[in-house]
């Protein structure tokens, strides 16, 4: 599947990116690259790419950065869709890849 949305959107990195942040609401560079198994500077680069494009916008949170749909982008919606379809394609092994689990900082945890 990842081959079919590569051949649309012309790029395996965008389309891995773009199916992280569809999955995940948001994302980091580093947090990205990480999960999807690409360079930083790769996705660095696409997620800058889809951002100037308008498909992305960031905003800080802390130290990082993070990435997600722009809710202006007229097709948002619709990408989000078809990227959601083709997580569901995806071997089992391969959709975990995707899927990231946050849990807020125990409130008793020290900062630093």
């Given amino acids: 599947m990842i081959t ?7 790029n395996r990195t965008a389309s891995k ?17 990480d999960r999807i198994g690409v360079s930083l500077n790769l996705v660095q680069s696409q997620l800058k790419r889809l951002e100037r494009g308008g498909v992305l916008v960031s905003r800080p949170r802390g130290r990082m950065r993070f990435f997600s749909f722009n809710p202006r982008f007229p097709l948002a919606d619709s990408l989000r869709q078809l990227l959601q379809q083709a997580l569901d394609f995806l071997p089992d092994e391969e ?7 946050r849990r807020p900082r125990a409130p008793a945890k020290r900062i630093g």
């Fill in 4 to 10: 079919a949305l590569t051949a649309l959107l012309g």
């Fill in 95 to 101: 959709r975990e890849q995707y899927l990231v689990r």
């Fill in 17 to 33: 990116v773009l199916l992280y942040i569809a999955v995940n609401r948001d994302g980091y560079a580093q947090e990205i690259a």
